[in-house]
């Protein structure tokens, strides 16, 4: 189960591992999923049988889960996927969701700005930008869309500006500095 190359691991144990109680609690709070109690205990009842290692294998409990009749909002399974994509970067990444929840916080055309001092942060920010801008998120190995992913503006900054040399010279401490600006723009 792919939800990003280097995050392969911790999906497949969010879905393994965690807790009934805990996994319905994600899936309700971050998937706003109403079926996510029944949605918990297939994926227990299942991974007790067999680990789950698919993204094909999950998308079929979830679909079993959901009454057809109630499936007509998008994909079944794309809430589930998103819940479980934003616990995988909370878990990893604290600031690429600060990042992403600064920006819906926005009011329209507003900027958040943002400075970072070290690269691996810069990555963290980038990333969350490149999201917020809004692209497929879907795991690799699904054959379709189900994140329905939504634009929430742009990216201001393509390359982060930086220190001029004369800031650099004044104030040493600002050589790795980045600073990276995202603009919401609701598109309604
Ligand atoms: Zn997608």
New binding site residues.
């Given amino acids: 189960m792919r939800m990003d190359k280097t995050q392969k691991l911790t999906a497949e144990e969010i879905i393994n591992e965690y807790p009934e109680e805990k996994l319905a609690d994600i899936i309700y709070k971050y998937g706003e999923e109403r079926f996510y109690k029944i949605i918990a205990k297939n994926i227990c009842k299942q991974r007790k049988i067999k680990r789950i290692e698919t993204t094909n294998e999950l998308v079929e409990i979830i679909k079993n889960s959901i009454p057809k009749s109630k499936q007509n909002d998008g994909h079944p399974a794309k809430r589930t996927f998103q819940a479980i994509r934003i616990e995988v970067n909370n878990e990893l990444d604290p600031l690429y969701n600060t990042t992403i929840e600064a920006i819906k916080l926005l009011k329209e055309h507003g900027r958040l700005a943002i400075i970072t001092f070290h690269s691996l942060e810069d990555r963290s920010v980038k990333e969350a930008f490149i999201e917020a801008e809004g692209r497929?998120?879907?795991p690799k190995d699904l054959p379709y869309?189900?994140?329905g992913?939504k634009s929430y503006g742009k990216i201001i900054t393509k390359k982060p500006i930086l220190p001029t040399k004369e800031e650099q010279d004044e104030n040493a401490r600002s050589k790795s500095a980045k600073l990276r600006i995202f603009e919401r723009i609701s598109k309604n």
């Fill in positions: 497929c998120t879907c869309c189900v994140c992913y």
